[in-house]
C-alpha cells in the first residue's frame, strides 16, 4: 500500500492558477501510473490527467491546455500545474496512484479543495 497526501488547494479568482502536489510514501513510485481525479459536488469523481512512469500523459478535454501533470520520482511527488481557473474546475482534488509492476494495486489520497470564485 502506498500512503498519498494531497497539498496545494486553495481559493483562487478565477483565471488565476494553483498548484497541487501529491506526496507518495512509496520507495518505487515508478512502479506506479498517476493520476489526478476531481468530484465535484453531485457529481461523479472524474479523471483529470495521468502520467505514466515513461512520462506519459493524458488530460481530459476539460483542462487540456490549461493544466499539466508532471511527476519527480525522486522526490516521489507528483504535481498538477492548473492555470486559467474557472468556477467549473472547483472540486476536491484526489491523487490516484495504479500499481503496474507486481500485484496491481489502487490507492487514493485524501484529497485537496480547490475552489475558484468569479
Known amino acids: 500500500q502506498v500512503q498519498l497526501v494531497e497539498s496545494g488547494g486553495d481559493n483562487v479568482q478565477a483565471g488565476g492558477s494553483l498548484r497541487l502536489s501529491c506526496a507518495a510514501s512509496?520507495?518505487?513510485?515508478?512502479?506506479?501510473?498517476m493520476g489526478w481525479y476531481r468530484q465535484a459536488r453531485g457529481k461523479q469523481r472524474e479523471g483529470v490527467a495521468t502520467?505514466?512512469?515513461?512520462?506519459?500523459?493524458q488530460y481530459t478535454d476539460f483542462v487540456r491546455g490549461r493544466f499539466t501533470i508532471s511527476r519527480d520520482d525522486g522526490r516521489k511527488t507528483v504535481y498538477l500545474q492548473m492555470n486559467s481557473l474557472t468556477p467549473d474546475d472547483t472540486a476536491p482534488y484526489y491523487c490516484?496512484?495504479?500499481?503496474?509492476?507486481?500485484?496491481?494495486?489502487?490507492?487514493w489520497g485524501q484529497g485537496t479543495q480547490v475552489t475558484v470564485s468569479s
Open positions: 490516484n496512484a495504479k500499481k503496474v509492476l507486481g500485484a496491481r494495486t489502487e490507492n
Open positions: 512509496t520507495k518505487m513510485l515508478r512502479d506506479y501510473t
Open positions: 502520467i505514466t512512469y515513461s512520462r506519459v500523459t
